[in-house]
């Protein structure tokens, strides 16, 4: 299986395949909204925005893994992000992105591409590249700034 035969449940509850996003880069977060690095939201929407036109895309997957750092339902995630950050990039419903509950996507995605101390998802704000042919072909650290990642989604744009 490949990232295309994927899908996940967006905020609205509607099921989206990840094929919908084939021809695009795609950078996959997963988000938390009371982590010291929740302000990293303000610098992936300013991202996507920079780059939308071009083929872009994020998908944010709030999760609630980490030291219970998103403990709200989805309408109260939505919201947050909302509010607080501006974000219009799709957003997801919370997943987990470890163990045995982990989303079959995150699974996918860890398999692909290793951490460098293993390949469980360390903490919120790992980010995952996907080319636009379903490759997964890069992964970061949570500290990764998104700012950072400008080379290389510029590279695969």
Known sequence: ???????????????VSMSEYKGKVVLVVNTASKCGLTPQLKGLEEL????????????????????????????EISEFCLLNYGV?????????VNGENAH?????????????MGNEI????AKFLVDRDGNVVKRYA????????????EAYL
């Open 48 to 75: 996507y925005k920079e780059y939308k036109d071009k083929g872009f895309i994020i998908l944010g997957f709030p999760c609630n893994q980490f030291a219970n750092q998103d403990p709200g339902d989805n309408k």
């Open 104 to 116: 079959p996507l995150y699974k996918f995605l860890k398999k692909e591409q290793h951490g460098i």
């Open 1 to 15: 299986m490949g990232f295309y035969d994927y899908s996940a449940v967006k905020m609205s509850g509607q099921e």
């Open 88 to 96: 219009t990039f799709d957003m997801f419903q919370k997943i987990d």
């Open 122 to 125: 360390k903490w919120n704000f």
């Open 142 to 153: 949570p500290t990764t700034e998104p700012q950072k990642l400008k080379n290389d989604i």
